[in-house]
């Protein structure tokens, strides 16, 4: 059984790695600038689209995100935090993602005097919205950013515990990765660890190894975000692996902020071949122009990845999902019911090696 376009559209999906900030739809983006009469370098979606969407010839990390300083000043109240949520969450639903864990920063959408608690009110309210309507299952990770204060991020890991439960399902640090390392932020981390919150960190995305070691060591994460130049730490690499930490991965990104050179050189299907657990996200579907269907096709095309691989890939997502283990189990009951529906064999053909790495 080959994976096919139509099957990758209709397989059951996670997007694990997924910012807000970063994945509006053109048409919002011109909606809420002239509801809100703020400037923007075009007025429609053809005149923005080249500007916002960063093509696979991006030069440099640091022209991809400066998208963001279109997209941020727009996201400053709770209507739009809402409306972009939700519609976020539609979007994912259109293609089968049944579960999708929707990650930002409070710290940056507080331009008109909203507290953090108010934007995560606001955006949980559009996930409120969109789980009703969509029947998604879907979450908040607030995300620390590394060049601003650790004051500030023990600030947030504060309010991301008061919202343990009631919709924030972990704890990121983002932003620049080269000067800012993760252990500067520990005691953030110390006090969400020590609530239970789940934590996953970007790193081993623009800086080496390292990143990705105090990541796990200083900083207890449980999840790596990229994490693409793990594969220069062997020792750390074999760590990873047995203990079962997801990798985030998000190839299209990855290429266009030169994490990696191109998409044959990404170590996707490296990873997947000793074992490790992989997940596919898309990072940001407004900047890279991306969405979840596309990640599995670019996956299979430049790896030639078998339909066990690319049920694998997914599989792991659900399975690395910050979600109770019950409703976890829940969940891939789902979507063992819809490989089945889609007859896509799962299961007994699966290699033995495979079911172990699984
Ligand atoms: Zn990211």
Known sequence: MQPTAELLRRLP??????????????ETILALASQRGIDLPADSVEGLRPIVEVGLECRSLEEYLRVFDITLPLLQDAEALSRATYELAEDVHRENVLYAEIRYSPLLHRDQGMSMDEVVFAVESGLQRARHRFGIRCGQI?????????????????????????GV?????????RDYPAKEHREAFYLVQNNN????????????????????????????GHGVRLVEDQDLLDYV?????????????????????????????RFMDLGLRVTL???????????STQEFQRAVDT?????????????AGFKSAFLPLPERVRLLDEVFEQLHALGIPYGQEISRRRRIAL
């Open 13 to 26: 999906k996670t997007d694990l790695h997924l910012h807000l900030d970063g994945s509006l739809r053109p």
């Open 197 to 224: 919150v789940n934590i996953t960190i970007h790193a081993g995305e623009a800086f080496g190894p390292a990143s990705i070691h105090q990541a796990l060591h200083y900083c207890g994460a449980r999840r790596i």
């Open 281 to 291: 996200n898309t990072d940001n579907r407004l900047i890279s122009a991306t969405n």
């Open 169 to 177: 399902v972990g704890f990121d640090l983002a932003g620049a990765e």
């Open 303 to 315: 790896f030639g990845l078998s339909m066990e691989e690319v049920v694998e890939l997914a599989v």
């Open 142 to 166: 607030l995300c620390g950013i590394r060049h601003i204060s650790p004051e500030a991020s023990l600030e947030l890991a504060e309010c991301a515990v008061r919202w343990k439960d009631r």
């Open 241 to 269: 692996n047995d203990h079962r930490i997801p990798l985030e991965l998000c190839p299209t990104s990855n290429v266009q902020t030169k994490a990696v050179p191109d998409f044959a050189s990404h170590p996707l299907k």
